[in-house]
């Protein structure tokens, strides 16, 4: 069996304060394989970008990683030195952003940061890092890309930018991308361009995706894998359709319930009582129990269990079986 | 059924003008953006009303003149029979407002910081000088909160709280209509939950009338009586939740259908929309879909297309049927 792409394994971030050390990735463990999608969900807080960020080796000091590896191709990458880790990002490790404008030179034509990628990573030269440039515009649906490629990142509308930033994160051709919400400040239709393009591309290049966002409908449509955080750990990972259709784990669950759904028309939402507790803050035993309906003494009593602790599907001591979870709604509907 | 609030042939146009000197020297028009052209609904007493479309489409503009922050450019806005902007009996005009509140997206710059929860949410009836003994602690127990919150300042809660409190103070003055203005874009889905099943027990509760304005086809859907679908400023299609997600009329709205993410849509290949709104500022002629629009005849380019009745919808397309 061919080794996946990225591997993380038992990951653990650390934010260190004046009184006390912050966890925002607390034993997070996955693999994403060639041309798989993995999306990434969890509500605002949990960990995700940290996650995203921790692989791609740009933690904002203090925060740093305190334990686990990161495997990129079964070589480790999270104990690189920096000019080295520099080189895999440019090289192997594609990222595509919220704000485009993080990943583009706001002073550099967006051709010029395409072909000096592509001089540094490639060893190609300049004329046919200039053809390559246009060619990868075009692929993104850059209308005239031959005649644009002078042209700088302002002079683009927002969903033209992040189409420009794809053909950036892809043109030196990575074996994974790391896209953090790359589709939250725009709108449906643009976003519904951007995804299937990212879809396409990592289809035909065999390119393995790690996909943050926080909607469902994009995670369904796109991801093949997803995994559920929860403060700074993994709630649930597993294939997309069992996990939104049948979870196991109860925060997933209510996320599903939770979420208006097309196809129930009117009906009373789900609440999920209270809000995630900050980091600074987090309840005893289970991180989930003071909102869960099935929280039991044992919950309260011990820390929240990892992945592998539970059946390998969700980080629950008492797992939803399918016939009790109420989402089967979708399957139905 | 009466409407409390009538929309007319509402138009707002801004002035994008760079000034005067430059235009002189860089012999440049004026240039006129017309947010909203020409748009007219009905809200009925206690139904919800919602209005959907993209980035730069008039939500807000058409929000902001129905509760009075805007004028119109055109057009008019009743309510209860009111003319907003023609009206000159001060009084009646007064009466009215108090009858409007409105709700913003962004739950952490819409409350004061330095003020107590307290005076926050007793503001609109101490403005006119109301009696406001014990209101705002009343008002939190009914958003959910408790009355001891009444002491505390903003910052010592979540967004979703937050987002409570602006209830609370909208409905402090006892309003009819509220308008509420992408109330739920800036919380989380499980947060989101929580103020909108709040909301609509609060409508129920109270008799209130909502304009409800997002960008998500989902919330809209389960809020929403009547959603109107706005695009470039124009009101292409209005319809039930039902005839629209079952049978959009107009291609626009097909189009954005199409495209928003289904929860159920696992693996589903999705024919992106082509192209992108157009400049406002220079918007297409006749018809402003259709550039994009997969269907469009010459008639299009050149005549703009009315609000139309088929089978109880309102559609603005020369071809729907
Ligand atoms: N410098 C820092 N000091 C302390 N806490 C931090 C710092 N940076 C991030 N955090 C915390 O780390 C946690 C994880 O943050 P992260 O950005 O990964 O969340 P996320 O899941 O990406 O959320 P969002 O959906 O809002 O982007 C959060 O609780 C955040 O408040
Ligand atoms: N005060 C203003 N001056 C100039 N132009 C404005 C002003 N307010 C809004 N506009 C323009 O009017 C158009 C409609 O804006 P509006 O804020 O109503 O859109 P919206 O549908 O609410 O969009 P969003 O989903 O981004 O909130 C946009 O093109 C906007 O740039
Ligand atoms: S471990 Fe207990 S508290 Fe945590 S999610 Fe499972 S049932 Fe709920
Ligand atoms: S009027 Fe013409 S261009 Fe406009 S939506 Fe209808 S068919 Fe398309
Ligand atoms: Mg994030
Ligand atoms: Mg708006």
């Known amino acids: 069996m061919t080794p996946p792409v990225l591997s993380v394994r038992d990951l653990v971030v650390d934010i ?25 969900v969890g509500e605002s807080g949990a960990g ?24 990129l191709n079964d070589r480790r990458i999270d104990n690189l030195p920096y000019e080295q880790m520099r080189r895999v990002r440019g090289k192997e490790i594609g990222m595509v952003f919220q704000d485009p404008l993080t990943s583009l030179n706001p002073l550099l034509p967006i051709g010029d940061q395409l072909t000096e990628t592509m001089l540094e990573h490639l060893g190609i030269d300049r004329g046919e890092a200039q053809e390559r440039a246009i060619a990868a515009l075009e692929e993104v649906g850059i209308p005239a890309a031959r005649e644009r490629i002078n042209s700088y990142p302002h002079e683009f509308s927002g969903g033209m930018r992040q189409r420009v930033v794809i053909a950036l994160a892809l043109c030196a051709e990575p074996s994974l991308v790391i896209a953090d919400e790359p589709t939250t400040a725009l709108d449906v239709s643009v976003q519904a361009q951007i995804i299937a393009l990212l879809k396409r591309l990592c289809r035909e290049r065999g390119t393995a995706v790690m996909l943050v966002t926080h909607d469902m409908g994009v995670i369904a449509e796109a991801a093949d894998r997803v995994a559920v955080m929860y403060a700074g750990r993994l709630a649930e990972l597993g294939p997309v359709r069992d996990v939104l259709t049948a979870p196991h784990h109860p925060y997933t669950d209510g996320l599903m319930g939770s979420t208006p759904l097309a196809s129930k ?16 803050d987090l309840p005893d035993g289970c991180a989930f129990n003071p909102r869960c309906p099935k929280a039991q003494d044992r919950c309260r009593a011990n820390p929240t269990p990892t992945l592998a602790d539970c059946n390998g ?13 109420h989402d089967m709604r979708i399957a139905s509907a | 059924m009466t409407a409390l609030v009538a929309i007319r042939n509402l138009t707002r146009i801004f002035d994008v003008s760079k000034p005067w000197l430059n235009r002189v020297l860089e012999r440049r028009p004026r240039a006129l953006l017309t947010a909203v052209s020409d748009v007219s609904f009905e809200i009925p007493e206690r139904k919800v009303y919602a209005l959907v479309g993209e980035s730069g489409s008039g939500k807000s503009t058409i929000g902001k003149m129905v509760v009075g922050l805007l004028q119109p450019t055109e057009g008019s806005v009743e309510v209860q029979g009111v003319d907003l902007s023609r009206e000159t009996d001060q009084a009646r005009i007064e009466a009215v407002r108090s009858d409007i509140q409105m709700i913003f997206q962004d739950p952490f710059a819409s409350l004061n910081p330095r003020w107590k929860v307290r005076d926050i949410v007793a503001e609109p009836v101490a403005a006119k000088g109301g009696n406001t003994h014990g209101l705002a602690e009343r008002l939190l127990e009914q958003v959910g909160l ?35 203005d992408e109330p739920t874009s800036a919380l989380d889905v499980s947060v989101q939950a929580q103020v909108l099943n709040l909301m609509s027990d609060l409508k129920d509760e109270f008799g209130l009338t909502y304009l409800f304005i997002s960008h998500d086809l989902t919330v809209v859907q389960h809020m929403a009586d009547t959603i ?31 495209a928003a993410p289904k929860m159920d849509g696992f693996g589903r290949e999705v024919d992106p929309p082509k192209g992108e709104i157009p400049d406002p500022i220079n918007p297409p002629s006749g018809c402003a879909f259709h550039p994009r629009c997969p269907i469009a005849v010459d008639r299009c380019r050149s005549e703009r297309p009315e609000l139309r009745a088929i089978r109880g919808t309102r559609v603005a397309c020369h071809l729907a049927q």
Request: glycine content about 10%; proline content about 8%; aromatic content about 6%.
């Open chain 1, 265 to 280: 028309g009117k009906h009373r939402l789900h609440q999920i009582p209270g809000a995630m507790p900050r980091l600074g």
């Open chain 1, 16 to 40: 260190p304060t004046r009184d006390t050390t912050l966890r925002p990735v607390d034993q997070v463990s996955y693999d994403i394989a060639e041309g798989e999608i993995l999306g990434v």
């Open chain 1, 313 to 325: 599907r969700a980080a629950c001591w008492y797992p939803l079986r399918t016939d009790d979870a």
């Open chain 2, 228 to 258: 109107g679908v706005l695009y470039l400023g124009r009101l292409v299609e209005e319809a039930s939740p039902d005839a629209l997600f079952d049978d959009p009329k107009h291609p626009y709205s097909q189009m954005l259908l199409a």
């Open chain 2, 146 to 180: 408790s009355a001891l919150d009444a002491g505390k300042f903003p910052h010592e809660f979540s967004g979703g709280q937050r987002q409570r409190i602006c209830i609370a103070r909208a409905l402090a003055s006892e309003p009819r209509l509220i308008v509420c």
């Open chain 1, 48 to 71: 995700k970008s940290m996650t995203g960020n921790a692989v791609i080796g740009l933690l904002d000091r203090p925060a740093h990683i305190s334990g686990g590896e990161i495997l």
